[in-house]
Each structure stands twice: as C-alpha cells, then as structure tokens.
C-alpha cells in the first residue's frame, strides 16, 4: 500500500511540476514584455525571478520523473546540488539588478508606465500559486523530498512577489503613481535576499528553511 501510495504522490508531483514548468514560461515571458514595454523595474525583475523559478520547476520535474522511471541514487543529488548552484547565482545577480538599475531609475526619474497585462500576470500569480504550493504540499506528504520542500518554498516566495508586484503595478496604473512601483521593488528586493540567502547556504550543505507553513 505505501508503495503504491508513493508512486501515486510520485505522479502527482510530476503533473504539478509540468504545470510549474508551463505557468512560470508563459509568467516570464508576459511579466518581462510587460516590464520591457513599461520601462519597469518591478515587472522585468519579476519576470527574472519567474525564470529562475522556472529552473527549479524544471529540475523537480526531471528529479520526479527519474524516480517514476526508477532511477535513482547520488547522481540525482549531484544533479540537484548543481541546480542550487546555478540557482543562488541567478538570484545574487537578480539582487544585484534590481539594486542597481532600481537606484538609476530613482535617480533619472523615470518614470515606468501603467501596465494592464503585468497587472493581469501578477494577479493570476497571486491566485495561483498557493494552490499550487498546497497541491505541491499534499503530495510531499508522502514523498518526503528536500528538494521538493524548497521548491513549495520558492512557489510560495512567488505569491508574496506577485502580491507586491500587483500593489505597484496596479497604484501606477489606477493612479498614476510611478514611484509606488520603486516601493514595490524594494519589497521584491528583500523577498529576493531571503530567496538567495538560503539558497547559498543550501550550496554550502546548510539547511534550507521551509516557510509553507
């Protein structure tokens, strides 16, 4: 029964990380047209982030997908280590953006457009995500995965990133509030340093820290 149990969590899982993988390509690439045509921080740093949940969404789905084929063993793990690596990378230049590029847009006054489709892409977001994350939850239950916890983690990182990506977005397009969206990043911002945060400390053998309740 516990095997037959596993496998069932084991096939859910891969069914929610395809639908990861899917939500989080076309969340990328809306949020960064959206940021690229509205000359906004917040939403091209919340298109990155999508990319780099991407990565973890598609690292989970080939982790899970091996184990339904019955793979297995230390060559999984190396696998994992590398995308936290690459993982923690992204997020320290992602960081590094939004700092940089947030301050010369303070700086020259610039100010980003309202934007009804990054206002669209970060309300689904925020609908979504949490379910997908207790969806995600249930299933790992049973399957117990490290991995798979910090990836709940991330999915729920992300609902708190289009939360704050929505409040931005939505003052500069309701009342043309340009400097709400700057507020807004600087929220992204320390989502962001705890994200990398943990994502270092896994690269060194630390523990990551589940915040999914």
């Not at 969404?57 to 793990?77: I, K, N, Q």
């Not at 995308?83 to 960081?95: F, G, H, K, P, Q």
């Not at 798979?148 to 990182?157: F, S």
Request: hydrophobic letters at 60%.
């Amino acid at each position: 029964m516990e095997v037959a149990q596993r496998r069932a969590a084991i096939r859910a899982g891969v069914r929610l990380e395809l639908v990861t993988v899917v939500w989080m390509t076309a969340e990328a690439m809306l949020a960064i047209a959206a940021g690229i045509a509205a000359r906004s921080v917040l939403l091209t740093a919340f298109g990155f982030d999508s990319v780099i949940e991407l990565l973890s969404g598609v690292t989970l789905l080939w982790r899970l997908s091996s184990e339904a084929r019955g793979s297995g063993g230390a060559h999984l793990e190396t696998v994992e280590r590398r995308a936290t690596v690459i993982s923690a990378a992204l997020l320290a230049l992602l960081c590094a953006y939004v700092v940089l590029v947030g301050l010369g847009g303070l700086v020259a006054r610039l100010h980003p457009a309202g934007s009804a489709l990054g206002v669209a892409v970060s309300a689904a977001a925020v609908v979504a995500m949490p379910l997908l994350a207790w969806r995600k939850r249930r299933a790992n239950v049973i399957i117990g995965s490290p991995a798979l916890r910090a990836d709940i983690a991330e999915t729920i990182t992300c609902a708190y990133l289009a939360a704050a990506t929505l409040a931005g977005a939505g003052l500069n397009l309701a009342f043309g509030w340009w400097w709400a969206e700057y507020a807004a990043a600087l929220v992204l911002l320390v989502f962001i340093v705890m994200e990398t945060r943990e994502a270092v400390a896994a690269t060194r053998g630390g523990e990551l820290h589940d915040h999914t309740g």
